[in-house]
């Protein structure tokens, strides 16, 4: 086993199960132990959110509705190469969507649309748009999903109005069909461990719960552990936290096989300029992690729905950590202490910074945190994402650089943030390629503000 790569995955799920199927086909020599607490792989899974209607349409924002119907069609596409063709289920396919003008009485309580036939009319709209810009040459989706410029219609009265009471019929603004299906999720598990068995490089361990990991690798005769990060650093992206979807980038997985690749081709004098994308989103994942352990956080801190410690201990307490060995660029805000908030943006060495993300993730409708913690902390499809650069030491700021594609899309959130700027034009003319004028980060900033806010013109030092 000295000389055998070896890779372990938590929990056989659809998610954890379709991994292992991944790293086997890819990688026959790499030796894979999968540990599932139940008795079989995939007895644990639900038919709740695999089985759901899945290409985005009951999602309010734009960025996460294509997100879910990208991946539901790469989803798609991996069941159907992996030879299973029983991936929908037998019932009437097809998700309908009532939008109500305003609050209707349900078992005698007045409840409200959860988003107003304004707000999720033009998200259809784009979604229709996306899937003609993407899909409309695909043949899987065609196959599975129809036209896409079909992929939903606006329905009649007549069509409908047997579903609801005269009652709700009153208060309708419009009602629309979609092409979702369901997942057949028993089909799928059973043919997924089916799959499973085919591969000898594939060790399924049931009955496994797993307490505690420690990382003890080695590639090549190379002792590994003092070039790649502890295993809790992969937890600190929420989203990463989160095994329960199919899309195998956004996984454990991902962040250990790129490890595996570019170590490997490292160590043979061979560096691929291939993983130059991933290793810059890497490096500020790492970055987070050893800024987590500074400020002495432990892995339950980086769970989803962790708080803030400095929120915890709240601003009438005052804060009880010691901070006196910490960088002053990591000592919190009263803002931090103010606001409750998940601690992954206490990582971040630019005080105004964190302040700027706080204030921005307080209204949903101007920022989604989860959108833009998947930016900054996921390891995903790296190719121009609006991510940061890190190039040094992750607590000081003059290491930390603002991509193109973040202030495209993240500008506003630097308001007040001269340091940045700073770094960034420091760390382009390093690699010759050019300082960034105020005037083009005024740009940046003004076409990257939400509609909602008033214009505000930034600080430049």
């Not at 079989?40 to 759901?52: A, E, H, I």
């Not at 119907?69 to 991996?78: A, G, P, S």
């Not at 000592?331 to 105004?352: G, K, V």
């Not at 500008?411 to 003319?429: K, M, V």
Request: with cysteine; charged share 20%.
């Amino acid at each position: 086993m000295d000389n055998e790569a070896t890779f372990a995955i938590i929990g056989g799920g659809i998610a954890g199960t379709v991994q292992a199927i991944c790293l086997a086909r890819e990688f026959p020599s790499l030796r894979i132990y999968l540990f599932e607490k139940e008795g079989q792989l995939l007895d644990g899974t639900s038919g709740m959110n695999p089985g759901r209607p899945t290409l985005g349409f009951h999602y309010q924002h734009l960025d996460t509705a294509t997100f879910c119907l990208d991946n539901t069609v790469k989803f798609t596409k991996f069941l159907y190469n992996l030879g299973c063709r029983d991936i929908f289920a037998k019932a009437p396919q097809g998700g309908v969507y009532v939008l109500m003008k305003g609050c209707v009485q349900v078992l005698g309580q007045s409840v409200g649309p959860v988003f107003s036939p304004e707000e999720i009319k033009s998200v259809f709209s784009e979604i229709r748009a996306h899937a003609i810009m993407n899909y409309s040459d695909d043949w899987h989706y065609l196959t599975h999903f129809g036209k896409p410029d079909e992929i939903y219609r606006e329905l009649q009265r007549s069509d409908y109005e047997l579903l609801l009471t005269p009652y709700l019929l009153r208060g309708v603004d419009s009602c629309y069909e979609t092409a979702e299906k369901t997942f057949n999720v028993p089909g799928i598990c059973s043919f997924l461990r089916a799959n499973v068995a085919k591969y000898t490089n594939i060790t399924v361990l049931t009955g496994c719960f797993v307490t505690n990991t420690e990382q003890v690798r080695h590639i090549d005769g190379h002792d590994n552990t003092a070039t790649a990060p502890p295993a809790d650093r992969v937890h600190l992206s929420r989203r990463l936290a989160c095994q329960n979807r199919e899309d195998t980038a956004t996984s454990e997985a991902a962040i250990q096989l790129f490890q595996y690749r570019a170590h490997a081709s490292y160590m043979h004098g061979v560096p691929q300029v291939s993983h130059l994308p991933a290793l810059v989103q890497f490096n500020v994942m790492t970055a987070l992690a050893r800024n987590a352990e500074l400020l002495g956080f432990s892995k339950e801190y980086l769970n989803y729905d962790a708080i803030s410690t400095f929120n915890k201990q709240g601003p009438m307490l005052g804060l009880t950590v010691n901070a006196s060995n910490w960088p002053a660029s990591l000592h919190p805000t009263p803002l931090q202490a103010l606001l409750e908030h998940h601690p992954w943006i206490d990582l971040f060495p630019l005080p105004r910074m964190r302040d700027n993300f706080l204030r921005a993730i307080q209204d949903p409708d101007i920022c989604d945190e989860d959108v833009l913690c998947h930016d900054l902390a996921h390891f995903d499809d790296v190719a121009g994402k609006a991510t940061l650069i890190v190039w040094g030491d992750a607590w000081d700021s003059r290491c930390w650089e603002a991509s193109e594609a973040f202030l495209e899309k993240w500008g506003w959130l630097l308001f007040g943030c001269p340091e940045i700027f700073q770094a960034t034009n420091y760390w382009r003319d390093r690699r010759g390629e050019g300082r960034l004028s105020p005037q083009q980060i005024s740009a940046y900033m003004e076409r990257s503000r939400p509609a909602q806010l008033l214009a505000i013109r930034p600080t430049q030092e």
